[in-house]
């Protein structure tokens, strides 16, 4: 998901308590080992119970776009592949990535990146 945050906000991520973050893009990964579909509509639905961290944080977006991989289970190398390749990208620490061993599955980045994949936007 490429996730535009409008302005500075405080949020209260689940077990990773209070987050401030900065204005500017996010870039989650995550993955649905079935129903990749029904996944992504869960996040996108604005009324939910609150489950995965980035349910809190989707909460202050105002634009996502959702990037497909279909049959990919390698959100962890997508992640480094992605702040290898923008030197101010940054690990918000610990978002998303309880069951491995990344620092974090979201990334700030000051400026929108660009895919050439099938897309969808909410």
């Not at 489950?51 to 190398?77: K, N, Q, S, T």
């Not at 978002?95 to 061993?101: I, K, L, P």
Request: include cysteine.
């Amino acid at each position: 998901m490429i996730i535009r945050l409008p302005s500075k906000a405080k949020i209260a991520v689940g077990r990773l308590g209070i987050i401030e973050f900065q204005p500017g893009y996010y870039l989650y990964t995550g993955r649905a080992k079935k129903g990749l579909n029904a996944r992504v509509n869960r996040h996108l639905r604005s009324e939910k119970k609150k489950h995965w961290h980035i349910d809190y944080f989707l909460e202050y977006a105002d634009d996502i776009e959702v990037l497909l991989f279909p049959g990919r289970l390698d959100e962890c190398i997508i992640n480094r592949n992605y702040i290898g390749n923008d030197p101010g990208a940054v690990y918000i620490k610990g978002f998303g990535s309880s069951d491995c061993r990344c620092p974090g599955h979201l990334i700030y980045v000051k400026k929108k990146p660009h895919y050439d994949t099938k897309t969808v936007s909410r």
